[in-house]
């Protein structure tokens, strides 16, 4: 995405929301170099990227499904909107280069890594709910991991 401004390729997403009744995506971006804020809208491409679940079936990707299970995890956390909406964002970005569907195994695993970043009790649910641990044994495994 060019800056309007000084023409720079590099801008950070600073908000991103559906519209369109989820057709599109709404951007507003910030340039590196020069800070300008612009928006930007990206249309289709999301929608069109099919997720293959484990069963082996596929279903249209949805933000809202995986939004909400990203705030499941989130409760009580210091965690805000911005925080999820660029988290998802990023990610979008990267599942939607060249690729027409994504495994729900990947997003799944890459949700956890970026929310490992962001809060790590957060992580930890979304790990356990996502890999649906088998026992305390298995939690705890995890949980050292993480701590290390
Ligand atoms: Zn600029």
Redesign the pocket.
């Known amino acids: 995405m060019q800056?309007p401004?000084?023409?720079?390729s590099d801008s950070k997403v600073i908000d991103s929301r559906i519209s369109e009744q989820g057709k599109a995506i709404r951007r507003r971006r910030e340039?590196e170099?020069?800070?300008?804020r612009f928006t930007t809208f990206e249309r289709a491409e999301m929608a069109s990227l099919m997720v293959k679940k484990k069963d082996g079936g596929f279903e249209p990707y949805n933000r809202n499904k995986l939004e909400s299970g990203i705030w499941n995890a989130c409760g009580k956390r210091p965690v805000s909107q911005v925080d999820i909406d660029d988290m998802v964002s990023e990610l979008e970005e990267k599942w939607s280069i060249n690729k027409k569907t994504i495994s729900s195994q990947t997003i799944g695993e890459d949700v956890m890594t970026a929310l490992k970043k962001l809060d790590h009790i957060a992580y930890i649910r979304f790990a356990s709910v996502y890999r649906s641990f088998k026992d305390v044994e298995e939690f705890k495994e995890e949980l050292g991991k993480l701590l290390k």
């Not at 401004?5 to 720079?8: D, I, Q």
């Open positions: 800056c401004k000084c023409k720079n340039c170099k020069c800070g300008r």
